[in-house]
């Protein structure tokens, strides 16, 4: 058997007994089962203030108080619980107040009839308000989680790239280098031609791995940031003109920009790296541009990457795609040194994208100081691997025999 329903905890701000017993008729009579509690004075309804109440009645005109005071008070406590004020004439100034101050709603002591629908429909437009809040807390918290989660991510996938990075360099990197020194002394020292023709044969495919191996490290951990950012970043640009053959122009009014001896906060580099990276492989996939720019500016403590495109430029819908990542990722890889995002597209004939980077270096400066560098990979790793390097300004690369 279910419980009867907890009877109305009403809080009634009223100077005059008659018509609070007036007011507890009619809500007898309309069947409404009320645990009213009656307070005449401004100093009984602040202390009343502390319990709980499903719906408080005021009156407005009480002495040396008023029922519009007394909703003040209230809303400043609670932004919910339904008040309905009561007053022997309502004009329309005194309306708009109570509703502009958060009544639920007002009625004529001649109109006493309506206190009980008034005060059930003022209860369920509460619950609905405290369930919508309460459901909106909720999305919000889930959405911060989710966030921080990206974010976490993020940092822990650039540590291990970092991590199998290096692996590759000492451990794969050191056999293969051994392992042509070894080639290229059996070749030198054979005095048969078929062996000596196997053994360049070897030497070419051990070449060969050693490239791809470069190849792979450098998208696992961009060791051109070691350079400096603007190095790293002109760096991106020839590459890109160089692979697909649109124009790339780099600027910056500053070349010491994250230069050793000027560095950035820990992890701003990278982050402006990736963003770079992301922009070109999207520019090359989707924008058909003939021409693109890319400007790193660092102007009052604020550093901004802009990357525009003269292409067919994007809608919202495009950012919307089900199964892309990359700016969504870059949003979050932004946040994660305090910094954001932000697209602009004109779209049409003159149109393209311009996709901004801005870094505040004061938020990203607390942040770095406890995380671990980042270095990593990107949109642009499998790319990489089916193309050549430049070997000749690609610092990864290993020392050559
Ligand atoms: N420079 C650009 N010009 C035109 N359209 C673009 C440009 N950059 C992005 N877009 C559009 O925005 C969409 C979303 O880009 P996003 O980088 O998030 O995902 P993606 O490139 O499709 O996939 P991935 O997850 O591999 O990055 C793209 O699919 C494309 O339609
Ligand atoms: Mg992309």
């Given at each position: ?83 309905i004020l009561v007053s022997?004439?309502i004009?329309?100034?005194?309306a708009?107040?109570a509703?502009?101050?958060?009544a639920?709603d007002y009625l ?294």
């Amino acid at each position: 058997m279910s419980e009867p329903p907890a009877p109305l905890r009403l809080l009634h701000l009223e100077d005059s007994d008659l018509d609070h017993e007036l007011a507890l008729a009619q809500l007898q009579r309309s069947g409404l089962d009320v645990r009213a509690r009656r307070v005449e004075t401004r100093d009984e309804f602040e202390a009343a203030l502390a319990r709980r109440w499903d719906a408080i009645v005021s009156d407005y005109n009480l002495p040396g108080f008023s029922g519009l005071q007394a909703l003040r008070l209230v809303r400043a406590r609670d932004a919910i619980v339904p008040f309905i004020l009561v007053s022997g004439e309502i004009g329309e100034d005194l309306a708009v107040a109570a509703m502009r101050d958060g009544a639920s709603d007002y009625l004529l002591k001649s109109g006493l009839a309506r206190l009980a629908p008034a005060l059930e429909h003022a209860i369920d437009a509460a619950r609905t308000r405290a369930a919508k809040l309460e459901a909106d807390r909720e999305l919000a918290e889930s959405r911060r989680r989710l966030a921080e989660l990206a974010r976490h991510l993020q940092t822990r996938v650039e540590a291990e790239r970092a991590a199998i990075a290096r692996e590759i360099h000492d451990d794969v990197g050191g056999s293969l280098t051994a392992l042509k020194f070894d080639i290229d002394w059996i070749r030198r020292h054979s005095a048969e031609p078929a062996l000596q023709q196997r053994a360049a044969s070897a030497l070419e495919t051990v070449t060969h791995a050693i490239g791809a191996s470069q190849r792979i490290m450098h998208n696992l951990r961009p060791a051109i940031l070691d350079q400096g950012l603007v190095a790293a970043l002109q760096w991106l640009a020839g590459r890109f003109e160089k692979r697909t053959g649109v124009d790339c122009l780099f600027r910056t009014g500053d070349e010491r920009i994250g230069a050793p001896g000027q560095e950035l906060p820990d992890g701003v580099p990278l982050v402006a790296y990736r963003t770079a990276q992301e922009a070109l492989t999207n520019i090359s996939k989707h924008a058909q541009a003939q021409r693109v720019t890319m400007d790193l500016s660092l102007s009052g403590g604020v550093l901004s990457l802009e990357i525009s495109d003269d292409g067919r430029g994007l809608s919202q819908s495009d950012l919307a795609k089900a199964g892309s990542f990359g700016i969504r990722g870059l949003h979050e890889r932004a946040g994660t040194v305090g910094g954001w995002i932000e697209l602009g597209s004109t779209g049409g004939t003159d149109g393209g994208t311009t996709l901004l980077l801005s870094i505040p270096l004061d938020a990203a400066l607390p942040q770095a100081a406890s995380r671990r560098r980042e270095d990593g990979t990107d949109a642009e790793a499998d790319d990489d691997a089916s193309h050549g390097t430049d070997r000749e300004h690609d610092p990864s690369v290993w020392s050559s025999l």
